[in-house]
């Protein structure tokens, strides 16, 4: 049996091609397009490694500047400060964490924060206290979603996806 792949992509529409469609199929790929506007919850990297990734090159570049006064970051030194940076921000353990906290990989739903789905977290906060039903709207909500993921993949490659999973926890 062969490995199988799950590639995530982000539903814009030059990743859904005809193209893409058959390169995949021809090498058991299975593309996952997710919802529009949803990557920055789901998209590992953009859920664990951007924000710290960003903040430790401004640092990085600031430290160069203070050591290297009155020179600019050139494309000469570009390249050393990002080696720097992304050594010590894209580790595998970092990057792992993006796939649990999106709920990838472990599949879980619940580790996915839906909030950030809505636009104004104000006017959700004030739903939330009005609404005393809002636990099972959010239940509602996160079992929809993924059961729209599960129906467009096969039984058979959840079952394989899982069983790494199921595998570590016996």
Known sequence: MQTRIILFVDGHRSHLTKEVSQLSDENGVIVISF?????????PADVSMFR????GWASEVRNW???????DVT???FGTILKFVFDKYASEKTIRNGFRKSGLYPFKKNNVDYSKCIPNKKIFAETIQKNADSNCIEQETSKRLLDE?????????IEEFFKPYLDEEN
Not at 35 to 43: A, D, L
Not at 65 to 71: C, D, G, I
Not at 149 to 157: A, P, Q, V
């Open 52 to 55: 710290p990734f960003k903040a």
């Open 75 to 77: 494309r000469s030194t």
């Open 65 to 71: 500047k203070f050591e290297n006064f009155p020179k």
């Open 149 to 157: 993921l599960e129906n467009k993949i096969e039984k058979r490659d």
């Open 35 to 43: 919802i529009p506007n949803i990557t920055h919850i789901m998209q």
